[in-house]
Each structure stands twice: as structure tokens, then as C-alpha cells.
């Protein structure tokens, strides 16, 4: 794969190195990097791989996309199966991911599997692509910086935007690291308690948790305002840690070949027919899915499980993407966001921006940034032209100036078909979430799940009682369940005295995290100095004060300037 390279989903003539692409994160233009060309698995890759371990698995695949030398801008192979065993060496499971066969009360013809992604440093799936994408970070920035001195030195400031998960990962796999700083932006007061304590918690000088005054959306708005500020950006050498980054979906790529293996092997089946249904905010974790399929693992189905915060799912039932409010009849009264410190915030129907909090905070979420890259593989299949690459890189720039400007845009229906050709969609209210965690608790064998893991079985259990899909479904949980206490102790509520929060769910890591010293910044709108200026502009203008202000700091106490990244 020497001639590996990256391109922008909104066109132009970049091409970019893996290592180039990893540190960038996102386009000058304001695109996500894809490669240039998807490669296929081996012909032999399923009796290859069958019993490689998940390290082994990822390094298989990943090196279909990383070139093999420092030249290419690429990983040494013994490096990457270094680099591999080491993302991984902290998580609690020797299958990494492991896969459970479960029974509900509820289940059709298909039968039922947990794929649990929440064995990391963290207990969430981001873990997966996170430890791996620090040690990526690290790696590229000892190579550049080997036998320079202190004033010499390249740097990194990795910024990225939360909605719980992202941002206590982000930290674990990336605090302590030699010249790297990392900001993380949250909305203030819509992360669980759990969440926000795994994040504040870590007081290591190089991690600097900022409450922002605003949603989710909001924040990934200024992420990406200050990664498309050219002048900002060259200054603190950003580099971005949200999905936004190729590596991020590349690591996750794994867990779905890990779970065929492992599907294979419980089942004893040559080649499992499955379909992956998967919670959906930001559309990174089934973008790995649709890649895994496009390389060729034997996938049959893929199905976006969404929250009351719909856009998603309206695509695939109308073509339109727009960020308008929902209203569709029947969806329930939403439930106060978990970590809202007095409701009030969380309690209405939706903020100003149209986002509605719901009891799965880390998918409520009005513009999936990961759907770009999708939308580009659906326009590059449609284009008319000859340069089908190029007409692409149109069409996505224009879908999303429409989007900016006008709130919404539209695909034809040959657009619409190649999307439905590999996903389905489902939308399931607060009130189907908390039914399906104790509806899974009281069943045997009494399986308890977080709401974002509930709105995945909700979502499979209403597709195989309403038709005949693939002989087996298996549900991505996303995140442990202790990371959604309110959550998850107001849905078993009717369970009886049996149930004991701290005794039955929380693990050993968690205990008295809440009581710990916490470091942490608010980012207020009246923190910025043009109080006219649009919401995100002033949030844009009070997130570069505080990085200035650090990067200060750091300055003052290591001397010289550094050069670009």
C-alpha cells in the first residue's frame, strides 16, 4: 500500500501522507480526509485472521492503509505491532471487544449479540480509537522531534469537542504525553456526573477540560472554526482528536471483523449472515462499518439507531438533511439530560439550536460530522462526469454551503437509494429507552445496558418483529452502564430492592470519583469581547483566549517558540 494517500472530501488537489493526515485532522477547506483508494481485504483473510488476537487483527488492517516506511509517511511494521500492543495492553477483556449472545423477551427470528466496546481505560468505545490515536500522536511527534533540543522541538495542541465519551478517552490516551497539550471542549451541564468526573479529574499539566456555555453542535462549531483559522491553527499546530480524524474510524474498523471472527466461532457457521445495528450521534461508529463492508467483510445489513435528535434518521426516511426540530407524533416528553445540575437546562424540549436532551447525551447531536464522508462515497457513485472524484468534491462542497446557509439540503433519489442500499434507520423516543433497559434487566439472563446500548436493542427489536432480516443482530454497546447512573437507576426504578447501584454496577475504578479534586475552565459567551457577534463567534473568540493563555504558559516556562507541525 506504498501509494497510499488521503483526500478532502470537499475536493481539491491535496494529497496527503497517513502521518500528515493523522496530524492535520481536518482540511484546510473544511473536509474530512478519506483515502484515495479503499483497499480490499485479502483473499485468504478469513482463515488468515480467524484467530489472530484483537492487537494482531488491527495490525492486519491497519497496515492496508499505512504505508510500511518513514518515507511514505508511514509506520515501521514492528513499530505498528508495537504501537497496536500497547493501545491495547489496559483493557479489561483479553477478546478487547468481546461478543455476548443475549435472549429478550422481545426478539423476532433474529437472535440477539452484545458487541461491548467499553472494556477500556474508560468504559466507552471511544477507548478503542482514542488509546490508539495518542500513541499515533506520540509516535509521529517523537520521530520528528528525535535529537532536537527543548526550542526546536515540534508540538501539538490537540483540541477536540465532547458529549461525555470523547473527552475522558481523548484525555486518558493522551495525558502525560511528551509535547502534546490537549483541550477539551464540553457543554456544560449536558455529561453525566461520571462523565465529567473522568474528564476533571485529571490534573496532569498537559489536559485542560473547558466548560463550554452551549450544546454539543456548539462546541464541534468551534473545533472546527479554529482548525479553518489558518493563522490560529499554524500558530498552536492543532491537531484534532474527534472522528473528524481518519485514524479514529480506522481503529474502529477492527471491532467488526473482530466480531465476525468472534460470531463464527460461538456459532460455528462458515459465513454468519448479520446485520450491525448501532447508536448513532456523530456517525463515526457505523462509518467503520459501512468501511468494513466496502473492503469486503460479508456485512448484510447496517441500521442507524438515533435518539429523539433525528436528522439521521429523516434522511433516510426523506433525503432531506436539515437541522429542524423534531416533532414527530408519538415521541415522548424528554427527560432532563444526565448531568444537568438543577434540569433546568435539560428539561425543555430542545434549546435554541434544536437540540433536544434526551437520557442518551453522547447522541444528542444535530449535524453528524462523519456523515460527509459517507455523503461523498454516495455522490462519487452518482456522478455523472468523467473525473467522478473531482464532481464529487463538488457536490459536497455545495451540499454543505447549503447546509450553512439554508439549514438543510436535499438528494435526489438515486442519492437516496445508494444510502438505503446499505442502512436502515430508526428513531426511538427517552420513553422506549428506559423501557428497553428493564426490559433487558428483568430478562434472563438479566443484562444490564447503558441508554445509548438501549437505543440500539430498542432499534433491532422493533426491525426484526416488523420484517425478516439477517439470521443474527448484533447491537453495539457503546459505553458501560454506570456511566449513566440516573439514567439507568430511574428506568429499573420498578426492580425492586434487589437492585443496588454502587453494589450491583459501579465498578472499582469508579468509586469515589466524585469526590475528587477536579480542574476546569468555563467558556462563557460573555467571555468574548464582540458580545454582537453570533453565539458560536463569541465561544470561538473565549476558547482562543484561554489556549493563548496556556500556551503562555508553556512558553514562559520552556523559553523559545517551536516550529510548525
Known amino acids: 500500500m506504498s501509494g497510499m494517500r488521503y483526500l478532502s472530501t470537499r475536493g481539491g488537489a491535496e494529497r496527503l501522507t497517513f502521518e500528515e493526515a493523522v496530524l492535520r485532522g481536518l482540511a484546510p477547506n473544511g473536509g474530512l480526509y478519506i483515502p484515495v483508494n479503499l483497499p480490499s481485504i485479502p483473499a485468504d483473510w478469513s482463515t488468515r485472521w ?6 494482531a487483527l488491527s495490525f492486519e488492517i491497519l497496515s492496508l492503509f499505512i504505508p510500511p516506511t518513514a518515507e511514505e509517511g ?30 429478550s423477551s422481545e426478539s423476532g427470528s433474529a437472535q440477539e449479540w ?5 472494556h477500556g481505560p474508560t468504559f466507552a468505545f471511544k477507548d478503542v480509537a482514542l488509546q490508539t490515536l495518542g500513541n499515533l500522536f506520540e509516535y509521529f511527534l517523537q520521530r520528528r522531534n528525535a535529537g532536537k533540543a527543548e526550542g526546536e522541538r515540534q508540538k501539538l495542541t490537540v483540541v477536540g469537542a465532547t458529549s461525555g465519551d470523547t473527552g475522558s478517552a481523548a484525555i486518558a490516551g493522551l495525558r502525560s504525553k511528551a509535547d502534546i497539550s490537549i483541550f477539551i471542549l464540553h457543554p456544560k451541564g449536558r455529561v453525566s456526573p461520571i462523565q465529567e468526573a473522568q474528564m476533571t479529574t485529571v490534573l496532569d499539566d498537559n489536559v485542560h477540560n473547558l466548560a463550554v456555555e452551549g450544546t454539543f453542535d456548539d462546541c464541534q462549531d468551534v473545533v472546527k472554526a479554529l482548525f479553518s483559522d489558518a493563522q490560529f491553527n499554524a500558530k498552536h499546530r492543532l491537531g484534532a482528536i474527534n472522528s473528524i480524524n481518519f485514524a479514529r474510524i480506522l481503529a474502529q474498523i477492527v471491532y467488526y471483523f473482530s466480531a465476525w471472527f468472534q460470531l463464527l466461532q460461538q456459532t460455528g457457521e462458515a459465513s454468519p449472515d448479520v446485520e450491525f445495528v448501532v447508536p448513532t450521534g456523530n456517525f463515526g461508529d457505523i462509518l467503520a462499518g459501512y468501511y468494513a463492508k466496502r473492503m469486503g467483510l460479508p456485512i448484510t445489513n447496517l441500521v442507524v439507531a438515533t435518539n429523539e435528535n433525528d436528522i439521521l434518521q429523516r434522511f433516510w426516511s426523506t433525503g432531506a438533511y436539515e437541522k429542524e426540530a423534531t416533532g414527530h407524533a408519538g415521541a415522548s416528553q424528554t427527560e432532563p439530560a444526565q448531568g444537568s445540575s438543577d434540569g433546568a437546562q435539560a428539561g425543555t424540549a430542545k434549546d435554541v439550536s434544536g437540540v433536544k436532551a434526551t437520557l442518551s447525551p453522547a447522541m444528542d447531536i444535530l449535524v453528524s460530522s462523519n456523515f460527509e464522508r459517507l455523503l461523498w462515497y454516495i455522490a462519487s457513485e452518482t456522478a455523472s462526469g468523467s473525473d467522478r472524484e473531482a464532481d464529487a468534491g463538488k457536490q459536497l462542497a455545495q451540499w454543505m454551503k447549503e447546509l450553512k446557509e439554508q439549514g438543510r439540503f ?19 423516543s427517552d420513553k422506549e429507552t428506559k423501557e428497553t433497559i428493564l426490559r433487558y434487566f428483568n430478562a434472563p439472563p438479566s443484562y444490564l445496558i447503558d441508554p445509548h446500548t438501549a437505543v440500539g436493542f430498542c432499534a433491532a427489536n422493533r426491525l426484526s418483529a416488523r420484517r425478516a432480516g439477517a439470521k443474527h443482530q448484533v447491537v453495539l454497546s457503546t459505553a458501560h452502564p454506570a456511566k449513566f447512573s440516573e439514567a439507568v437507576t430511574s428506568s429499573l426504578e420498578s426492580a425492586g430492592a434487589s437492585f443496588d447501584f454502587e453494589r450491583d454496577v459501579l465498578p472499582k475504578e469508579m468509586h469515589g470519583l466524585l469526590e475528587k479534586e477536579r ?23 473565549a476558547t482562543k483566549k484561554v489556549i493563548e493563555l496556556e500556551a503562555g504558559k508553556v512558553s514562559a516556562a520552556q523559553g523559545k517558540g517551536t516550529e510548525s507541525v
Open 50 to 55: 480467524r484467530n489472530l488476537s484483537f492487537p
Open 74 to 103: 508511514g509506520i515501521l511494521p514492528a513499530d505498528l505491532k508495537a504501537l497496536l500492543e500497547k493501545s491495547y495492553s489496559e483493557f479489561r477483556d483479553p477478546k478487547t471487544t468481546p461478543l455476548k449472545k443475549l435472549t
Open 519 to 541: 480542574r476546569v475552565r468555563d467558556v462563557k459567551l460573555a467571555d468574548a469581547d464582540s458580545q454582537s457577534a453570533p453565539k458560536v463567534e463569541r465561544l470561538v473568540e
Open 410 to 428: 436535499q438528494v435526489d433519489k438515486n442519492q437516496l437509494e445508494v444510502a438505503r442500499r446499505d442502512f436502515e434507520a430508526e428513531r426511538v
Open 114 to 118: 452484545c458487541l461491548e466496546l467499553w
